[in-house]
């Protein structure tokens, strides 16, 4: 009887899991595309579907939250996260090299069409989790609450909250407008 209902959890995860997952590539495809990123769009956390993160994404599913925080939960650190953000641009922590100086660990300024991508999963990861509680405030929301924790470049991290407080002040159509305009003519964001 406990196998059984061992399968069937197993297959509901399964299904939550790929689901959260195509929803979340489609939002993010979705502003990407919007800001004219296209190929970024298109190839966003394609590393999802990989092994190592895909079956640790069933295995700590929730539907409300990353599964990477259920993987920490039960492990103390997450194995798909530490693939996950050695793959995939968009995130910050990929954005960190040794300094010769301190001889540590130190934040690198990521290139503009990053920051844009990460933006862009920002609104969807809310949009996904949040569901109808959503709204153009919760990105900045959640990038404030953890901004003294993450160590992201000071220009990275300008930039950044300067587009989610654009989003939260005018709206996703003037801020991916601006976007667009801001990336494809190369201008400063």
Sequence with gaps: MKIINDIKIF????????????????????NCFLCGLIWQGITHDLSKFSPEEFFAGVMNYQGD????????DNYGYSKAWMHHKGRNKHHFEYWTD?????????PVCMPK???????????????VYMGDNYNDS????????GKKKRNLHQKTAEELERLLRMLEEKGEKETFRYIRRAVLLHREL
């Design 11 to 30: 297959q509901k995860n399964i299904k939550g899991h790929f689901l959260t997952v195509i929803r979340h590539k489609k939002e993010v495809m979705k």
């Design 98 to 106: 040794y300094n010769r100086e301190t001889k540590e660990l130190t």
């Design 65 to 72: 939250r990353s599964p990477n925080e259920g993987e920490r």
């Design 138 to 145: 919760e990105p900045l929301n959640y990038y404030l609450k």
């Design 113 to 127: 069409k990053y920051v844009v991508e990460m933006f862009c999963d920002r609104i969807a990861a809310s949009k």
